[in-house]
Structures are given as C-alpha cells and as structure tokens.
C-alpha cells in the first residue's frame, strides 16, 4: 500500500510499527532507571549505617589498647622500680630510698591487679553492650537520612556477635620478684655496709697517703721536697689539688724519679774527712733506693688494686737486712793491729788498700774504726735514720705513703667478700627483674570484640515514592507505588596508618599520668618509680625504646653518691635485662571502617543471624524472585541481638579506673558510653524500626528481588 504526499515522502505500516516499538521501548527504559534510581537511595543509606554501626567498636579497640598501656606500664613501672631499688640498695647509707623504691614497685603492681581485674569485668561488660550501641548507631544515622519525603529504618548485626573473654595478666604474676627483691634487700645492705666499712678505711688511707705525697703543698710532703733538695723538674713532681684525682702510682712514679734526680746532684758540705765520707754513703743509699723504689709498681683495675712500695731501712738494724749491709764496696786494710774498713776510696787511710768488705764483713771480723772517716755499720745505717723520723726529710713521706698504700690494700682485699656477696645478691635480684619484664611484655591484655570481623546493615525506606516520578506518558504509564525499599550492606574495620591512633591514645595516656601526679602525699625518692611509670605511659608505642628511655631516666634520678661503683656496676646490670625484654612497640594504629560484601562479613562471623544471612544472600542470588522468605528468616533472629544488651548501655559503661598513690587526684577512668542523642529514646526506635521491617514481607508479596 502507497500513501503519496505532497513532500513527496513515503512511509509504509512496517516503518510506523518500528517507531511505534523504538519509542516505546526509550520510555520504558527511562522509567525502568527511574524506578532503579528511586530504589537504589536505600543502598546509600545501608552504606552509610554499617559504616557507622563500625564506630563503637573502633572506639572500643581505642579502650582496649588505653586498658593495656596502663596495665603495661603498670607491670613494667613496678618491675623498673623495684629494679631502680636493689640498685640504690648497692648505694651505702641509702636504704630507706631503697625500701621506698621496693614499696612504690609494690605499689605499683597492686595498682596493677587491681585495674586488670577491674579492666576485664568493664570490657566483657562494653562488649556486651556492642551489638546494641552498633545497632543504636546505624539507628541514628538512617533517622539524620530521612526527611518529610523519606523515612529511613536501619537495624546492624556484628560479626562475631557474642562478646569473648578478655585476655589479661594473671593476678599476682610480679608477686615472686617483688617478695624475692624485698627478702634480699635486708642481706645486701649488711653486705654493701660491710664493704663499705672497709671501703672507709681504705679512703683513709688513700686521704693520708695523698696529704704526705702533695697534698700538704707548699707545706712538708714528698712533692715539696722533691722540689727543694733534688729540683726535681714539674713534669716528674705534679701536684694534685683533688685526692679524686689522685693515685697511688703519683707517689710511686714520683718516688722514682726522685731517687737518681738525688744520687745526680748529691755533693759533700765542705771539704772535710767527714763530710766527704757521710757524703759518700749517702751516694751508696740513693743508689740503692733508686734501685729498690724502681722495683715498685702499682697496678689498677675492675679486679682490685695490686701495689708494692718498696720500704727503705730507716735505722741500722734495718740496714743489716738489705744488701748495703753485704755489699762488698768498701776498702779495708792493716791499722795498728787489726784491721780498718773506710768509707769511700778516697778517704786518706784507704791509701794502698786494694781489698774491698762489706759492712758484714767488718762486724762479723771486728775491724777497727778508722780515725779519720769514721766509718762503721752505724754510718750507713743512720743516712736516712734523720730523714725518716723527721717531716723535713723525703723518706719520713715516702715511708708514710708506703704503709697508707699496704693499709689501703689489706682493707680493699678485707672489703672484697662482702663487695661480692653484695653483688651476688644485687644479679640475682635483677636476673629475676629481668624474668619479671619478659614476663609483663608478653602478657598483654587483648580482646575479639563483637564487630572485630565487620558489621552487616539491614536497611529500609519506609516512603511510599512514586516509581514514575513525573515520567508516566502514552508509551511508559505510570507504574504505581514503588513501595519499601531495602537494602544490605556490609564493613568491616581496617588500620589507618597516619598517626591518628597514635595521637588519640597519646592524649588518654597523657591525661592518665596527669590524674596521677603526686601532691605531697609522697615525696622524695618515690617519685623516681612514679617518674617512670609516666614515662612508660608515654612512650607505650616506642616499645623497647621507651622501656629503657624511662629506666634510664630513672637511674639518672637516683642518689649515687657515696658508691663505691657496686650501684653503678648493678645499674648497667639493669639496663642490659631492660634491653634483653626486647619490648615490641605497640600497634596504635587507628582502625576505620570500609565497605566490603556482605557475604565476606558472614562468613567470618558465627552465630545462627549471620549463618540465615549468608544462607539468604545464596538464595537470592540463585533465585532473585524468592528473596523475602530469606529476608523474614533473618529478621526473628536479628532484633533479639539487637535488644539485648539496651540497658547496660543506655547511660555509658566504666570501664576501668587506675588509682595509684592514694589522696594523689582524681582516679583515671577509663570509660565507653552511648552519645546523649543516641540513647535517648533507643530503646524505642530499636523496636519500631524491626516492627517496620516486619511489614516489609507483607508489602513486598513475594514479588520484588531483596537487594
């Protein structure tokens, strides 16, 4: 058939019919997206709702690693402290900062036991409550969604849904290093004062022993004399202002060099017999003091002091003991009857002699005493008879250094015993210290919270919308009501890396050891373990680092004066088993919450709403028509969940308080609670939203895909 027109077109039945189908076909896929955008709302929401129904238990994980920084530090404060104690117990005269030390370590971890026990009841508590403030949460957040056009109901289930027993330190864990510490420190005090006692004698010793080397300049003493009658050059005759800085070896050193400086520069009076004699066996003495001091020496070490000052005879019946007495240096020959022995080579009667005796010789044959010189065992024996008997003479000093040095050393030798038992004693208890800090890092407190695993969302857009929306025209009618909408959604919580965490557990923490701070009630050394506790506190997430900056801290603090290097040996002992704990840094990581599948959510959870939920997404998904039968399974399980935990919520949760010094301010508390705009009228918005969601099966009939 032909319609001719005047534009000279054509067109035939087939071509309307295609134009008639196309445009039909334009118009019901507009409307189709119309209805698809109109549904699709409800996903937004949902999206919105699980990933705040995630927020509480974030929040909670804040809670938990707070509950742990505390317990932490407590354990690892109360070990420092009493590690700080048997350190300060080496310390002579300091035992009641030791004891007090002890006590704050005591102190410290009963705070400890007291708030762990506190920490878990409060925990299972908030976790209990969970499901509900999640619940509550999505609640408030589809109500914010809904307007005078719509009106939002949400209802969120965590995975895992029942709470978990909190992992926490056992009670009394610290006990046998802190009763093992106190039991030891009564026997290290009797041995550190022990030692100390002989370590006074010692000091006395070395005090007089450095007054009669240089001490007493310009006055007498072994430096002033050196300097008068030798002219002993500065750089072999120092003077020390400090007995600190003075040794034992100063003296033997300088003795040393005084010996041959003497027997360099010594020349006789005048020009006498008697003189040039007396001059000649004092050459004989120097020689043989240079010979004998040169033998001396003084060694210095971790092990002790090993020292040995050759003593010079001071009279004759000392010399007969030394070789000056069985040298055979002196001339003798015919006088008179007898025989004479002379003093030196030179001396006018020694003419022609060409044997040479000893002074030995000359008692034991019974020469003669030379008319001219003199000479016989007396002569020798009184060259430094005078010097050593007067303070005007060099050996009257040397002498007297000599016997402050074996004084000094018997009573060092006479201290070590007690200097090792005290050490003994010291190791031990910080070997247990040592135990004791590996023990508190590993015991750790740790929770899998109701929500650990994600979150699922339910939620429904109650508004009866129109599905065309102002679309409806000849080729698409108006389809009608869209009717309620719903939709599931799913998160679960991820670590954020940027510091946030860090920063809002450094702010709690902060505000703990502030709560804390000591106003009179305890003073002085107890402040040192309370010092450290803060410290600890505060560097929670360094870990290792922090452990052993607050213990280094604490050791600074500590009042060293008076030790002998026992406190100071012991304070490394301490260092060393704070750096053996090897303190992980705690994870502060920030958790959020992200979208992922439900069915992921569901599957990681446990309990018979998740298991109907996963079973209900499988049904859909292989028969999209069924899906409100699925969706009214899951709906009797989830509001019991949901109102179960309303009234321990409803008005916040303590968790746990931290109270340490008794009468030092506030308890810290540590707490989780529901926003005021939250719990308000919760109780009722929880169950009219599940009455809504009833109704939904109804309105659907079976006909609408639940997506």
């Known amino acids: 058939m032909r319609f001719v027109r005047d534009e000279r077109g054509m067109t035939t039945a087939g071509m309307a019919l295609s134009l008639l189908l196309a445009l039909s076909l334009v118009f019901s896929l507009g409307q189709l997206q119309r209805i698809y955008a109109v549904s699709s709302k409800v996903q937004n929401v949902a999206d919105a709702c699980a990933l705040a129904a995630l927020n509480p238990v974030a929040e909670f994980m804040v809670v938990v690693r707070a509950c742990d920084a505390v317990a932490l530090s407590l354990s690892l404060g109360s070990m420092a402290a009493t590690g700080l104690g048997m350190v300060v117990g080496c310390v002579p005269f300091a035992a009641p900062a030791a004891q007090a030390l002890l006590s704050a370590g005591r102190t410290l971890a009963q705070a400890?036991?007291?708030?762990?026990?506190?920490?878990?009841?409060?925990?299972?508590?908030?976790?209990?409550?969970?499901?509900?403030?999640?619940?509550?949460?999505?609640?408030?957040?589809?109500?914010?969604?809904?307007?005078?056009?719509?009106?939002?109901?949400?209802?969120?289930?965590?995975?895992?849904?029942?709470?978990?027993?909190?992992?926490?330190?056992?009670?009394?864990?610290?006990?046998e290093v802190l009763d093992g510490a106190e039991a030891a420190l009564p026997d290290l005090q009797d041995a550190v004062d022990r030692a100390q006692q002989a370590r006074q004698r010692a000091q006395k010793a070395k005090d007089d022993a450095f007054a009669h080397d240089c001490g007493n300049a310009p006055g007498y003493?072994?430096?002033?004399?050196?300097?008068?009658?030798?002219?002993?050059?500065?750089?072999?005759?120092?003077?020390?202002?400090?007995?600190?800085?003075?040794?034992?070896?100063?003296?033997?050193?300088?003795?040393?060099?005084?010996?041959?400086?003497?027997?360099?520069?010594?020349?006789?009076?005048?020009?006498?017999?008697?003189?040039?004699?007396?001059?000649?066996?004092?050459?004989?003495?120097?020689?043989?003091?240079?010979?004998?001091?040169?033998?001396?020496?003084?060694?210095?070490?971790?092990?002790?002091?090993?020292?040995?000052?050759?003593?010079?005879?001071?009279?004759?019946?000392?010399?007969?003991?030394?070789?000056?007495?069985?040298?055979?240096?002196?001339?003798?020959?015919?006088?008179?009857?007898?025989?004479?022995?002379?003093?030196?080579?030179?001396?006018?009667?020694?003419?022609?002699?060409?044997?040479?005796?000893?002074?030995?010789?000359?008692?034991?044959?019974?020469?003669?005493?030379?008319?001219?010189?003199?000479?016989?065992?007396?002569?020798?024996?009184?060259?430094?008879?005078?010097?050593?008997?007067?303070?005007?003479?060099?050996?009257?000093?040397?002498?007297?250094?000599?016997?402050?040095?074996?004084?000094?050393?018997?009573?060092?030798?006479?201290?070590?015993?007690?200097?090792?038992?005290?050490?003994?004693?010291?190791?031990?208890?910080?070997?247990?210290?040592?135990?004791?800090?590996?023990?508190?890092?590993?015991?750790?407190?740790?929770?899998?919270?109701?929500?650990?695993?994600?979150?699922?969302?339910?939620?429904?857009?109650?508004?009866?919308?129109?599905?065309?929306?102002?679309?409806?025209?000849?080729?698409?009618?108006?389809?009608?009501?869209?009717?309620?909408r719903v939709a599931v959604s799913g998160a679960t919580l991820v670590a954020d890396p940027t510091g946030e965490g860090e920063s809002v557990l450094t702010a709690l923490l902060d505000s703990a050891a502030q709560s804390q701070t000591v106003a009179g009630s305890v003073a002085g050394i107890a402040d040192v373990a309370l010092t450290c506790w803060s410290d600890l506190l505060h560097g929670y997430a360094r870990g290792h680092d922090g452990l052993l900056a607050a213990v280094e801290r604490g050791i600074d603090a500590l009042p060293f004066a008076g030790d002998a290097g026992l406190g100071r040996m012991v304070a490394g002992a301490l260092r060393d088993a704070v750096a053996a704990a090897r303190l992980q840094p705690a994870n502060t990581d920030a958790l959020r919450p992200v979208l992922v599948n439900t069915a992921h959510v569901a599957a990681a959870g446990d309990g018979a709403t998740l298991d109907a939920l996963l079973r209900a997404k499988g049904a859909v998904a292989a028969h999209p028509l069924e899906g409100n039968d699925s969706f009214a399974s899951v709906m009797g399980s989830l509001e019991e969940v949901a109102l179960e935990r309303?009234?321990?919520?409803?008005?916040?949760?303590?968790?746990?308080?931290?109270?340490?010094?008794?009468?030092?301010?506030?308890?810290?508390?540590?707490?989780?609670?529901?926003?005021?705009?939250?719990?308000?009228?919760?109780?009722?918005?929880?169950?009219?939203?599940?009455?809504?969601?009833?109704?939904?099966?109804?309105?659907?009939?079976g006909e609408r895909p639940w997506e």
């Open 221 to 484: 003493c072994m430096q002033e004399r050196a300097d008068s009658l030798a002219q002993l050059p500065a750089s072999q005759n120092p003077t020390f202002s400090s007995v600190d800085a003075w040794s034992f070896s100063v003296a033997l050193a300088r003795a040393q060099a005084y010996y041959p400086r003497r027997l360099a520069v010594e020349r006789p009076l005048d020009g006498s017999v008697e003189e040039q004699a007396k001059s000649a066996l004092r050459k004989r003495f120097y020689a043989y003091a240079a010979n004998k001091v040169g033998q001396g020496y003084v060694l210095e070490g971790e092990n002790g002091v090993d020292m040995f000052f050759p003593l010079l005879p001071q009279n004759t019946k000392e010399m007969r003991l030394t070789s000056l007495y069985t040298n055979e240096v002196y001339p003798y020959g015919p006088a008179g009857d007898g025989m004479a022995m002379h003093a030196w080579e030179g001396c006018p009667n020694a003419q022609g002699c060409a044997a040479l005796g000893s002074i030995w010789q000359m008692e034991r044959e019974g020469f003669s005493e030379c008319e001219l010189c003199g000479f016989s065992a007396e002569s020798m024996g009184s060259v430094a008879s005078a010097s050593s008997r007067i303070d005007n003479g060099f050996e009257y000093h040397y002498l007297a250094v000599a016997r402050a040095a074996l004084d000094y050393q018997a009573a060092l030798e006479e201290g070590q015993p007690a200097l090792d038992e005290a050490r003994e004693i010291a190791e031990g208890a910080i070997g247990a210290v040592s135990e004791g800090l590996s023990a508190a890092a590993a015991s750790r407190i740790s929770v899998v919270p109701p929500g650990a695993f994600g979150a699922v969302v339910v939620a429904a857009n109650l508004s009866d919308d129109s599905a065309a929306g102002g679309f409806a025209n000849a080729f698409a009618p108006d389809a009608g009501s869209a009717g309620c």
């Open 646 to 701: 309303v009234e321990e919520a409803v008005g916040g949760i303590t968790v746990a308080e931290v109270k340490v010094v008794p009468g030092a301010g506030e308890p810290f508390t540590v707490s989780l609670g529901l926003p005021p705009a939250v719990a308000e009228g919760a109780r009722g918005a929880v169950s009219e939203a599940f009455a809504w969601l009833r109704r939904l099966q109804a309105q659907g009939g």
């Open 112 to 175: 400890r036991d007291d708030f762990v026990r506190k920490a878990q009841a409060g925990l299972e508590k908030a976790q209990r409550a969970l499901p509900f403030i999640a619940a509550a949460q999505a609640l408030s957040v589809a109500s914010q969604n809904s307007g005078t056009a719509q009106r939002y109901v949400a209802v969120a289930l965590l995975a895992p849904s029942d709470s978990s027993a909190a992992t926490v330190p056992a009670p009394g864990e610290l006990d």
